[in-house]
């Protein structure tokens, strides 16, 4: 069973949010929705669970019974504790009973909340908070889980343990698709989507889109900014030419997935710049 | 300095609401004291009964507006046109005296009468005229005592607080906090949503309701003399309505303050124009007709008429049927609006609950 979004365009009002966009979730494999802030990454996943209307495309998702999903906001009631936030999560979905009990405790001592099972949500850290967040989502094993920028203002360690639940989860067999502001987190995906203003302009493995830089790309040890299009790399400059010749002086260098996104912006503001001029 | 002042005006400016409520208060409250906030009553509804009722409601000066003259009624026909609300003042002529019975649940109006009724007696003495004298006679508050009266509106003011503000909030907070979303993704019907997140508040305005009710009989005397049942009815009626104002409330307000100020502007109209405390019938005709749109008045029709004077069923349909209405109105367009938040996809594909469910558009 496959799900996903296919073609899927939103628009509100006079602005297209996303523009024939596709996303597939597939089972016991994680992907990555990959954008800036107003990238339409958001807007993404909401149509993939169905709290937005595709105004056209094609959706396909699980019963609401099969979906975990945390918003951006994490979704949880502050001003209860953590194990009434728990209670009402477990009893939406038909949790009940030793069975509950035993996946919650399970779960909560996993990502390290167990002692705190008393303590109001909203007197929790940012971090602890979106490990409640996925961990609930989590606790009635959905076949497909989708989660908004879980990472986003975590600290490292508290990443690291958000991003072993999420593997964890897709190990077990669930669909994970996950948004991220951070290029580095798509390396954990099998596959990537990069939104950039609604639109997608790349999308596959990491290795896939790694492969798929267009034109020259290398690296100008020091000294002025190189002509052409380049950015500074620790004291180096990177160098991406689209016509597939790289200014002198420039090393030629096989792109790693952090230039590929990149080099994939830049790509596609130059395409944007070249049909505006068309126009 | 300047440079703050800009800033705040600016700031105003994309206030609508603020603006709004900055420009429609002052409006209002001159419309309410201007017009609305009157103690003195320039009309009493009279109904005049006995063999003389003819001679007698000619002689009546304002304020008596007289609605109805029969010579063949009697004192329980008049006494019955006061329990129903269809007049304040019955004149039953005929006896050795005449009897003027008022309503004691309409104060302003009463003192009007009284004092009118005095006077009338001075010039009778100084003239000599043959009129018999008038005996008067308070019909269901004979003390005239103002927390008999206040305490019936003050439970429909409880029913509105509780149904427009708090259930607003509540919503509110879920949209604010981002668990909306949740509860959209969630295996719940939209119905289960909405009826989980009004359900309690209308089981805590009906403990709210009782308990006024009980303390204002305890602590104030206010007596109970109608059919419970009855008023149960009007305050679930009304306090129907005073959700669908909250969810409505709820629906177009992005935070908590949003949804104040809205709530605000939906609850003090009601308290300054419904009869709760200016009478209805004193206010001028031009603005009379906004007591009649809000629910409130409805409502206090009811609880004094039950509370007080044991109104029954059949006189008060006319307002459970006008709550009735609004009910299914505010409510229905209430739920509609939630039910999009909640359900954006689920409109028109039907249920989406189904596994695999294909979600296909043009």
Redesign the interface.
């Known amino acids: 069973m496959t799900w996903g979004v296919e073609n899927a365009t939103v628009v509100f009002g006079a602005r297209t949010a996303l523009a024939n966009v596709s996303l597939r979730a597939v089972p016991s494999t994680v992907s990555i929705v990959v954008g800036g802030d107003g990238a339409g990454k958001s807007t993404l996943l909401r149509a993939l669970v169905g709290l937005v209307r595709l105004t056209s495309g094609i959706g396909q998702r699980p019963a609401k019974q099969e979906i975990g999903y945390v918003p951006a906001t994490a979704g949880l009631y502050v001003d209860l504790t953590v194990d009434e936030n728990v209670a009402f999560s477990a009893a939406a979905y038909g949790l009940r009973g030793p069975e509950l009990a035993k996946r919650s405790k399970a779960l909560l001592e996993r990502i390290g909340i167990a002692g705190v099972r008393g303590r109001l949500v909203g007197q929790l850290s940012g971090g602890m908070q979106r490990k409640l967040a996925v961990g609930m989502a989590l606790l009635h094993r959905p076949a497909m889980l989708v989660l908004d920028e879980p990472t986003t203002g975590v600290d490292p360690v508290s990443r690291a343990e958000l991003w072993r639940l999420i593997a964890g989860a897709a190990a077990e067999g669930s669909a994970v698709v996950v948004a991220t502001t951070y290029v580095d987190e798509a390396h954990r995906a099998s596959a990537v989507v990069l939104l950039e203003q609604g639109r997608s302009i790349a999308t596959g493995s990491p290795s896939d889109i790694m492969a798929a830089v267009p034109g020259a790309f290398g690296v100008v040890a020091s000294g002025e900014q190189p002509q052409g299009l380049s950015w500074r790399w620790g004291t180096t400059w990177r160098v991406w030419a689209p016509t597939r010749e790289l200014p002198t002086g420039a090393t030629p260098l096989q792109p790693d997935f952090e230039d590929a996104v990149m080099i994939a912006a830049l790509a596609d503001e130059q395409q944007r710049w070249a049909d505006d001029g068309a126009r | 300095m300047r440079a703050m002042i800009v800033k705040e005006f600016r700031q105003l400016k994309r206030d609508r609401r603020t603006l709004a409520l900055l420009i429609v208060l002052p409006v209002l409250l001159l419309v309410v004291f201007g017009y609305a906030a009157r103690f003195d009553v320039s009309k009493v509804t009279t109904v005049v009964v006995g063999p003389d009722a003819a001679t007698v409601a000619r002689d009546l000066p304002a304020p008596f507006d007289v609605v109805e003259i029969d010579p063949a009624g009697d004192r329980s026909q008049a006494a019955s046109r006061i329990q129903d609300g269809s007049a304040v003042v019955g004149v039953v002529t005929g006896g050795t005296q005449i009897v003027a019975l008022l309503d004691g649940t309409q104060l302003f109006a009463v003192q009007a009468a009284e004092s009118t009724l005095a006077r009338m007696a001075q010039e009778t003495r100084t003239v000599g005229s043959a009129t018999p004298p008038v005996s008067v006679q308070i019909l269901y508050n004979p003390n005239l005592t103002t927390a008999w009266i206040m305490i019936p509106g003050l439970t429909g003011l409880i029913l509105l607080f509780i149904g427009t503000l708090i259930t607003s909030l509540g919503i509110v907070r879920e949209r604010q906090?981002?668990?909306i979303?949740?509860l959209?993704?969630?295996?719940?019907k939209p119905w289960d949503v909405i009826f989980g997140k009004i359900i309690p508040y209308l089981l805590l305005a009906a403990l709210d309701l009782v308990a006024i009710v009980v303390i204002g009989m305890v602590l104030f005397g206010v007596p109970f003399v109608g059919n419970v049942a009855t008023f149960a009815v009007g305050a679930l009626l009304f306090l129907l309505v005073t959700l669908g104002m909250g969810v409505l409330v709820s629906t177009v307000s992005q935070n908590q303050g949003q949804a104040i100020q809205l709530a605000i502007m939906f609850v003090v109209p009601q308290i300054l124009l419904s009869g709760l405390i200016f009478p209805v019938s004193s206010m001028a005709g031009g603005v009379q007709w906004i007591a009649y749109v809000l629910p409130l008045k409805y409502f206090i029709d009811i609880s004094r008429g039950v509370m007080l004077k044991a109104t029954p069923l059949t006189a008060l349909w006319g307002p459970l049927v006008v709550l009735a209405g609004m009910a299914v109105v505010v409510l229905g367009l209430a739920v509609l609006r939630f039910r999009r938040d909640l359900a954006?996809?689920?409109?028109?594909e039907g249920a989406?609950?189904?596994?695999?469910?294909?979600?296909?558009?043009?």
């Open positions: 906090t981002g668990t979303e949740q959209a993704v969630m295996p719940f954006p996809s689920a409109r028109r989406a609950a189904e596994p695999g469910v294909p979600e296909a558009a043009a």
